[in-house]
């Protein structure tokens, strides 16, 4: 995998391109279509994930994996607190920060060609376009770890030393043996197993991500907060802010007490009750409610992110040093066809629910986060054997 980094770091910098110039045109989208068409690309053409999931495994030490990919899903999950929470920001800028931004400017009524169009989602896509173009410019100036040696007749030698404290001793040991002994990723139960978990519970975290935000927002006779976008933005940036340290500094710990395997289990159990209060915060109302929402908010997302780390960490070590980057790859191509499909569901159910308000069983938002919580419960069931194959060194049972 360390000799693919090359291509691997192609596939990050198209990833770049790809996110500065759709994203900035889904900010300036003037039909439906178009929006729906720079959102489909963009999210083809990026592949950063995958390569750098196998970059923080490749580059370090078996005691600092857990460290490594929490600060890859930190990273993940902190853009996607971060997102939201700018776009709540920085959304409608005309109509929120007049002495600023003009309503007759370009991110309020412009004008163009004859035709008089809005781009009051514009500002946020600009922002993010800007820091992605800011970050895509870095990592076309760093250099290469592998390829800044310099050539020579024993450079294979000198890279095999260079790489040897990065390989596991089992790993060199399983490398030498023949090619064709190879397991297919198919069948490595162990791999497919954690990413079957990985796909149910991201479904499950993109579910909540879309619902989280319709529902802070609606009104109260709805079953929602009633609260501003500000108000959510403000939350979700606190949250954001509590992953990473977090991540850093205490998920580290408990996955070396714990394993990645129990982290997984008991933030998926610890996650069912704090789901179960959600619909009962609308009784609440100011201090108190930002309050419990943002402990709530907090408490949820990094149970999410233990969740999401510990089968990162089960997933690279399922397979030999060589495949990572193929399992990655296919780890990341099913969770994402469970995570496009999410957002609809979740959609769906939300406006579905809307129309039962008064029910007896489960009214309102009550059922939303019930089927979350159903999900939740199947994901948790499916980390005990005998569905989950773990990897021999995780196998304690």
Partial sequence: MIRDLHVAKRTEDIGFYAG??????????????MAIATRFLMGALNGLLGPIKAYSIEVCRPEHEALALSLVSTSWAIGLIIGPALGGYLALPAEKYPNIFSPDSLFGRYLLLVKLVRFPYFLPCLCTSVFAAVVLTGCLWMPETLHKHKASENGKQSVD??????IDPQEKVEESDSVDTKKS???????????IVYCIFSYHDMAYTEVFSLWAESDKKYGGLGLWSQDVGQT???TGG??????MFIYPRINKVLGPIKCCQIAAALCIPILFTYPYMTYLSGAALSIILTIASVLKNNISATIITSIFIL???????DQRGAANGLAMTAMSLFK??????????????????????????HMVFFLLNMIELLGLVLTFKPFLAVPEQYDRN
Avoid: C
């Fill in 20 to 33: 500065v110039v759709f994203n900035t045109l889904f900010g300036l989208s003037v039909t439906y279509w």
């Fill in 185 to 195: 990723l198919f069948k490595n139960w162990p791999l497919m197993s954690s990413i």
């Fill in 315 to 321: 997933q690279n070590n399922a397979v030999s040093q």
């Fill in 242 to 247: 509590s992953l990473l340290v977090y991540q």
């Fill in 340 to 365: 496009a499909v999410a957002p609809a569901g979740a959609g769906i159910v939300f406006s579905w629910v809307q129309k039962r308000q008064h029910t007896f069983i489960l009214p309102g938002d």
């Fill in 161 to 166: 030393a260079l790489e040897a404290h990065l």
């Fill in 236 to 238: 979700l940036g606190i």
